[in-house]
């Protein structure tokens, strides 16, 4: 590691501890529906420790380029999305869909400026081929996938897809494996039955930050 991204990844720590504290917040005010709500302790230090993980993950994959800021701003959403599934099964729209702005944006702008216009377009034709298959299994299935599923593996599709149609069908295919070993263990544990629903969310995004760990990025 030189010594660049060694300061960009000290900055996103530092970051990823300041933020601890907002995510925190945010994530038991969406899941209680309640602005008064307010995280635990230990809730504020484990958003911190993973926020500041995924930000410094975020910068080391993709450096310093425009496309790096949609790889953090959804690293820190990713945090809050889980947080708020885990709690209530619910992925609230008022993240999922300034996330899509926000990478849309960044993604934009970093072809604008390093001329990554086919990554742009892949991630583009990414994100509305996910949202549409997984539209049409929601429609197929409403028992297996919730609007907040669909929308979600929408902007995975676009971060994903950014990164390469292979990260893209290793980060599903991972969090589908990924949720299976959760709700295999939790049935085996005792802790839910064979009929329980199982957040889809937390799998999904943590098979989404394998595939990109293990993937990488387009060039600059």
Do not use: E, N, Y
């Amino acid at each position: 590691m030189d010594v660049s991204h060694a300061v960009l990844a000290g900055a996103a720590v530092v970051a990823g501890v300041l933020l601890g504290p907002l995510l925190a917040r945010s994530t038991v005010r969406l899941a209680a529906r309640d602005d008064a709500a307010t995280p635990s302790q230990a809730r504020v230090a484990l958003t911190a420790v993973l926020t500041a993980g995924l930000l410094a993950a975020a910068v080391l994959l993709g450096g310093l380029r425009p496309a790096t800021a949609a790889l953090a701003w959804a690293a820190g959403a990713a945090v809050v999305l889980a947080g708020v599934d885990l709690a209530v099964h619910r992925l609230p729209d008022r993240v999922l869909l300034p996330a899509a702005a926000v990478c849309g944006a960044a993604l934009l702008a970093d072809a604008a400026v390093l001329g990554t216009w086919p990554a742009l377009g892949r991630a583009g034709a990414a994100g509305a081929t996910a949202l549409l298959l997984s539209g049409a299994a929601r429609l197929a299935a409403p028992a297996a996938l919730g609007f907040g599923d669909v929308k979600l593996i929408g902007l995975l599709g676009l971060v994903l897809g950014w990164a390469g149609w292979g990260v893209l069908l290793a980060g599903l295919f991972l969090g589908l494996v990924t949720g299976a070993l959760v709700s295999l263990a939790l049935v085996a544990t005792g802790r839910a039955g064979w009929r329980s629903t199982v957040p889809f969310g937390p799998p999904l995004l943590a098979g989404a930050v394998l595939a990109l760990a293990l993937g990488g990025v387009p060039p600059a």
